[in-house]
Each structure stands twice: as C-alpha cells, then as structure tokens.
C-alpha cells in the first residue's frame, strides 16, 4: 500500500522545496545577502509626513475597503503594514494623521496598529482613535463621499492609498489632488492602477505593494520571504515556459510529471 | 519561555504538521487523528461564537 496520496508526489515535492527555498532565503537575509532594490513610492512616505508637518495640515493613510475574508485580503494587510509605518512616523515627527476605515473587521486592527505605533513613540495622548479613525460606511459611495468631504474639509498636505481600491480610487485622487495633497498611490488590482497613475505624485504597482512591509521595516525575515517568493515564481516561469516549447515540439514530460 | 505565547505555537505547529501528513499521506492513524482534531475544531468554533456574542454584549451593551 502507497503511503503518499496518488497525484500529490509533485505538489509535496513542491511543498518540501518551498520549504526549503523560504529557510535558505530567511538565512541570506539575516546575513545581509539579500537587499529589496530601492522603490520611490515607500521613500516619499517620509517626505510626505515631513511636508504634511511643515504646512500644518494632516495626512491621510487610505488602505480601502478590503476585508480578511475575501481574494484582496492581502493587499489589506499590505496597507496594514503600511500604515503601522506611516503611524509611526506620524507619531515620530508630529503630524495629524487620519486613516478612515470601511470594514468593522479591520478596524479595530488598524485602530491597535495606530494605537501602539503611538504608544511606542510615548505619545499616546496625541492620538484621537474614534475622530482620527472613524468608520465612515461599509457601502462604497457612502465610503467615498465621507471620505471626499474629510478631504475638503482638513485639506490635508499629503494622501497615501494602499491597499484594494475600486472606482473609488479615481474619487480619492482626484480630490486629494484638488486641495494640493502629494500623494502616493498602490494596488494590486489592475483597472485601478492608471487613475492612480494620473493623479498621484508616486505608484505602486501591483506586487511592489507586497514587498512594501518588508521594505519599510528592512526585517530579514520577512526579506528572506520576499526573495523566495520570488524565486518560485522564477522557478514556475521557467516551468511554464519550458513545458510549453515541449509541447509544442510534442513532448509532454513536463505536462505528465505534473499530474503526479 | 514565554508560556502564553510558545504553547499556542507549539499547539498550532503539531495540528499544522498533522493537517499536512493528512493531505500527502493515506495513513489510517494520521487521518484518524486529524478527523478528531476536526471534530474539537467544531466544537471549539460552537464555544468561540457564544464567547464573542457575550462580550459584544458586555463591551457594547
């Protein structure tokens, strides 16, 4: 009797080379040997606090109306960490911050991630959760139009926006255009990145957003993560594109051997 | 040692190690073993839901 269940020898082969890629990974990024190449868009985070500091107005940190339980909740937790970065600084340097939320799951994370990005700056007292967070709508125009009008009533100088946005995004950058807020813009869902690119003074492009937590705090490990991420997407193109030249040529190997 | 947090590591690391020796392999004391594991996850939710419906009374009420 086998003792591995028929069809999944390559996905646990896959598993344990996944496995392994991540440890060698995490290893180099302890020891230095791996560096995420320099991304404009998380750099202008500081100048846009530092701006928003010298004017006297507020930032804004948007990170959508994504939730934990759906497809996009990665780019949640991606403006997540963002946000804790951005809260930090805020606390650090002294600018008013406001970060409107949209989902009651996420919340109360966020509201904590503010929270102790202050209180590890011993400065709790200088943030207000309910007024500098507040949940505006969970239904999206609802959401915008209070967020609009929040924008043309603080005149903020600066606007970060990462996470998953829908055609609101468009709303966001072009109001926060209008009172003069710098902005940077980021998402992983396609349609939506050309009205950032309009609008905003910086972009992230799709995965650029995933590697943006690692970035901002230069953890090893979650840069050990990032680099094996990307390695088995190099390995699974490689794959792809192999496997395909094969077929072509009439040769299934790479076909057949992932089946078993 | 961090008790109150190393516990719960160790805990979710053993049923993690079960979860997946239950997907890859076919054997009967691995499955049997995890189809327990299951059945405390059910009842665990059930008490999880009475738990978070008592203190959203208690912090909202």
């Known amino acids: 009797m086998a003792i591995l269940t028929p069809n999944r020898l390559v996905p646990l082969a896959a598993f344990i080379l996944a496995w392994v890629a991540t440890y060698m990974a995490i290893q180099m990024g302890k020891q230095g040997k791996i560096k995420i190449r320099r991304i404009p868009g998380l750099d202008a985070i500081e100048e846009i606090v530092g701006r928003s500091v010298e004017m006297g107005r507020p930032v804004f940190d948007i990170i959508g109306m994504g939730v934990f339980t759906d497809i996009y909740a990665t780019q949640t937790i991606a403006g997540l960490s963002i946000l804790s970065y951005v809260s930090t600084l805020c606390a650090r340097l002294g600018a008013e911050l406001y970060a409107p939320q949209a989902s009651v799951d996420v919340l109360p994370v966020a509201a904590e991630i503010v929270r102790e990005s202050y209180r590890l700056e011993g400065k709790e007292d200088e943030i207000n959760i309910e007024e500098q967070l507040p949940y505006l709508s969970g239904t999206q125009f609802a959401w915008a139009s209070g967020i609009i009008g929040m924008a043309a009533r603080?005149?903020?100088?600066?606007?970060?926006?990462?996470?998953?946005?829908?055609?609101?995004?468009?709303?966001?950058?072009?109001?926060?255009?209008?009172?003069?807020?710098?902005?940077?813009?980021?998402?992983?869902?396609?349609?939506?990145?050309?009205?950032?690119?309009?609008?905003?003074?910086?972009?992230?492009?799709?995965?650029?957003?995933?590697?943006?937590?690692?970035?901002?705090?230069?953890?090893?490990?979650?840069?050990?993560?990032?680099?094996?991420?990307?390695?088995?997407?190099?390995?699974?193109?490689?794959?792809?594109?192999?496997g395909a030249l094969l077929a072509t040529a009439g040769v299934t190997v790479i076909g057949d051997l992932l089946i078993k | 040692m961090d008790y109150r947090r190393d516990i719960p590591l160790a805990i979710t690391f053993i049923v993690g190690v079960i979860a997946v020796l239950d997907y890859y392999t076919t054997l009967e004391s691995v499955t049997a073993t995890f189809t327990v594991i299951k059945n405390w996850g059910v009842v665990l939710q059930a008490f999880a839901l009475g738990l978070g419906a008592v203190n959203l009374f208690r912090v909202h009420g």
């Open chain 1, 154 to 242: 603080l005149r903020p100088a600066g606007n970060i926006m990462i996470g998953p946005f829908w055609a609101e995004s468009m709303m966001f950058a072009e109001s926060f255009d209008r009172v003069g807020a710098m902005q940077i813009g980021g998402t992983a869902r396609l349609y939506q990145i050309p009205f950032f690119a309009a609008l905003c003074d910086y972009v992230l492009i799709g995965e650029e957003m995933f590697a943006a937590g690692a970035y901002v705090s230069g953890d090893p490990q979650q840069v050990g993560s990032i680099a094996a991420q990307d390695w088995y997407k190099l390995a699974a193109l490689a794959l792809g594109i192999l």
